[in-house]
Nanobody, 119 residues
Framework: QVQLVESGGGLVRPGGSLRLSCAAAGLTFSINAMAWYRQAPGKQRELVAVSYTGGTTNYAEAVKGRVTIARGDASTPVYLEMNNLQPEDTAVYYC?????????????WGQGTQVTVSS
């Protein structure tokens, strides 16, 4: 059973920074990618950043230059460093693990951590 738990969210003023962490348990399978998604009120969940095992990273246009995704160890496999945060970054941020299992790719999700950017 794969479990992901996000932390590091909170209230920050515009221009501020946050570092999100994703703790994992049961992540014994081969990881294809770790990613961060976000969902703002009334909007669909969207990809923020993805880090593929092997080194490739991709970022949403809206966060390029302000956000860095970094891989960690087995217990905390991914982080998200966010700088110069703006009110439009307000959302629930979700950790995602895309894993090879039984010959196929499966997605696992955390419960999310709230990020609120407001003065």
């Amino acid at each position: 059973q794969v479990q992901l738990v996000e932390s590091g969210g909170g209230l920050v003023r515009p221009g501020g920074s946050l570092r999100l962490s994703c703790a994992a348990a049961g992540l014994t399978f081969s990881i294809n990618a770790m990613a961060w998604y976000r969902q703002a009120p009334g909007k669909q969940r969207e990809l923020v950043a993805v880090s593929y095992t092997g080194g490739t990273t991709n970022y949403a246009e809206a966060v390029k230059g302000r956000v860095t995704i970094a891989r960690g160890d087995a217990s905390t496999p991914v982080y998200l460093e966010m700088n110069n945060l703006q009110p439009e970054d307000t959302a629930v941020y979700y950790c995602n693990a895309n894993i090879w299992r039984a010959g196929g790719l499966y997605d696992y999700w955390g419960q999310g951590t709230q990020v609120t950017v407001s003065s």
